[in-house]
């Protein structure tokens, strides 16, 4: 059986980042960014992709 995927849209995505939609729309138009998906004009993140670029961008620090 199939696992359910979550896909967010690019305000949600905005929201969760703190980044703008222009930043986000930008990076897309350079190919750059968070992976999506486009159909037709709605564009769509998912979730997984979402967390995977985030931690990719984690920074650990000594304590």
Same mark, same amino acid.
């Given at each position: /059986?199939?696992?359910?995927?979550q896909?967010?849209?690019?305000? *949600? &995505?905005? %929201?969760? %980042?703190?980044?703008?939609?222009? %930043?986000?729309?930008?990076? #897309? @138009?350079?190919?750059?960014?968070?992976?999506?998906?486009?159909?037709?004009?709605? &564009?769509?993140?998912? @979730?997984?992709?979402?967390?995977? @670029? /985030?931690?990719? #961008?984690?920074?650990? %620090? &000594? *304590?």
């Amino acid at each position: /059986m199939k696992e359910h995927v979550q896909y967010l849209n690019e305000k *949600q &995505v905005a %929201t969760i %980042t703190g980044r703008a939609l222009s %930043t986000l729309r930008n990076e #897309r @138009f350079l190919g750059k960014g968070i992976p999506y998906i486009k159909i037709g004009k709605s &564009v769509r993140y998912k @979730f997984e992709d979402l967390i995977n @670029f /985030m931690e990719s #961008r984690r920074i650990e %620090t &000594v *304590q």
